[in-house]
C-alpha cells in the first residue's frame, strides 16, 4: 500500500461504518457535548446569581464542577470503553446525562447546582471521549485529522450557536428552564446512538481494565514524550479558550455593557472562529501535514493572546477586543484536532484510555482556568492574561517536547 493511500484509508473491519454521514453527524453532537452543556448557560450566569443570591465567582465554580466532571468521567469511560466496547458506556452515559441536567433544572441552591453539575459532566463525558476513540477506530492518520477536524468544525458550532439560542431561550423562561433543554438533548442523542452509532470495537480487540491497568497504562502514555508533549500542549491551549469563555459573559455584559442577547451574538462570532479554522484545517491538512497546521495554530493563538492584553491594557475598546479574540480563538481551531490525531495514532489498542487522557488534561485545566477570569470583579484584565499566560504555557510545551521540525509517520492500516 502506498504512503498516500494509507493516509486516507479508513479501517475496514466487521461492525465499522467508517464512511456513514449519520454516524459522523452523531460523533459530532457527542464531541461537541462540552460546549453545549456550558455555552448554552452562559448567557443566564448572570440570572443565576441573581436568583441563588451569589457572587459572580461562586457562579463560575458552576462551570469548574461541570469541567471537572467532564474530566473524570472521560478517565472512567475511556478504559470501559476498551473493555465493554463503545456503545454500552456510551448509551449509559447519556440516560444519565438527561437525568441529572433535570437536576440541574430544580437545584434549590448553588451547592446542589454544583453538584449537579458536576454529575452531569461526569455523565456527558462519555460522549466527548467514546466519540474520540470510534474515530480512532474507523479512520487512521490524515483521514483521522481530516475526521478530527470536521468534529472540531461541529465543536466550534456550540460557541456559535449555543449562547444565541440560550439568549433567546431566556427570553421565554428562566435559567432553569435551559437544563429541561439539555436534558431534551441528551434523550434525541440516546434515539440518534440506537440508530446510527455501531459498535466499533470488535470483542477480540477489547482488553480487560481496571484501575491499576488504567494507571499502568496512563503512566506509560505520559512517559511518551511525543504523547505527553502534544496532550499537554493542546491542554493549555483548552485552558486559553476556557479563560475567555468562563469570563466572556461578565466580561462582555458587566464590563462592556451588552446585553444577553448582543452577548450571545458576539460570542457567536468568535465561535465562528473555530469553524472557519476548522474547515481550512480539513481543507490544508493533507497538503500540509497535521504538525505543520498544529504550529501554525499556535502561533496564531500566542498573537491574538499578546494583541488581546495589548487592547485590554490600553483601554482601546469593543471592537479590538472582538477582533483580538477572534485571532485567539481561530487559533485554538487548528490546535485541537491535529494535536489529538498525532497523539492518537500510535494507540492502536489503548485509544479509549489514550482519548480520556487527552480529554481528562484539557479538561482539568480548562476548570483551573475557569475562576480565573473572575479574581478582579468587573474586570477584562484577569481574562486578557488568562488567555495569554495560557498561551504562552502552550507553546513553549510543544517546542520542549516535540520540537518545531518533529514529523510522526502516518503507518497504514490494513483496508
Partial sequence: MSSEAAQTTPHSSPGRVAGSTALLVVLGVLTSFGPITTDLYLPALPDVGDTLDVSPSQVQVTLTTSLIGLAVGQAIAGPLSDSLGRRRPLLVGLVLYALSSLG??????ILVLDVMRLVQGLCGAAGIVIARAIVRDCWSGAAAARIFALLMGAVSLGPLLAPSIGGALLGVMDWRGLFVVLAGVGLALIVATLVCVPETLAPSERRETSLLVTLRVGRRLMADRLFAGYTLASGLAFGALFSYISGSSFVFQDV?????????????????????????????????????LLNAGMVTLVVGA???????????????????????????????????????????????????????????????????????GESAVPMALGVLGFALAAIVTLRILVGPLHRVEQPGKAA
Fill in 104 to 109: 440541574c433544572a430544580v437545584a434549590p441552591s
Fill in 256 to 292: 462592556f455593557g451588552v446585553s444577553a442577547q448582543v452577548y450571545a451574538l458576539l460570542f457567536g462570532l468568535n465561535g465562528l472562529a473555530l469553524l472557519v479554522a476548522s474547515l481550512a484545517n480539513h481543507r490544508l491538512v493533507d497538503r500540509l501535514g497535521p504538525h505543520v
Fill in 306 to 376: 499578546s494583541l488581546l492584553t495589548g487592547v485590554v491594557l490600553a483601554d482601546l475598546g469593543l471592537a479590538p477586543f472582538i477582533a483580538a479574540l477572534w485571532i485567539a480563538v481561530a487559533g485554538v481551531g487548528l490546535i485541537g484536532s491535529n494535536a489529538v490525531a498525532l497523539a492518537l495514532e500510535p494507540q492502536a489498542g489503548d485509544a479509549g484510555t489514550a482519548s480520556a487522557l487527552i480529554g481528562v488534561i484539557q479538561v482539568l485545566i480548562g476548570a483551573a482556568a475557569a475562576p480565573i477570569a473572575g479574581v478582579a
